[in-house]
Nanobody
């Protein structure tokens, strides 16, 4: 069973760029038909799908976040990363990385990391 682990700073100042890394183990991010996703859950709100990168490196983003979001990967480290620019306190959330075997748009995750709390505050 593939495993995912998020890492990154727990506190980011407003207007800065949030950068998170997801390290994948027991599986490769280039394996056919695996799709790698970032999702988040603000306090008191539902999960929000942010975007994904496919096994071939193609990326898709939530239209509401697209102008601020970038997802990339480092195949040599078996990692994929999230960058969210110009953060505000509304970006405070628990951030998760997850994977599915259907498509870059699917929310049917087969594995998910434990999540990492990110707070945006000065």
């Amino acid at each position: 069973q593939v495993q995912l682990q998020e890492s990154g700073p727990g506190l980011v100042k407003p207007s800065q760029t949030l950068s998170l890394t997801c390290t994948v183990s027991r599986g490769s991010i280039t394996t056919n038909y695996y799709y790698w996703t970032w999702i988040r859950q603000p306090p008191g709100k539902e999960l929000e799908w942010m975007g994904a990168i496919g096994y071939a490196g193609d990326t898709v983003y939530n239209p509401s976040l697209k102008s601020r979001t970038s997802i990339s990967r480092d195949t040599s480290k078996n990692q994929f990363t999230l960058q969210l620019t110009s953060v505000t306190p509304e970006d405070t959330a628990v951030y998760y990385c997850a994977t599915n075997r259907e498509s870059v748009w699917s929310r049917n995750y087969v594995a998910r990391g434990q999540g990492t709390q990110v707070t945006v505050s000065s």
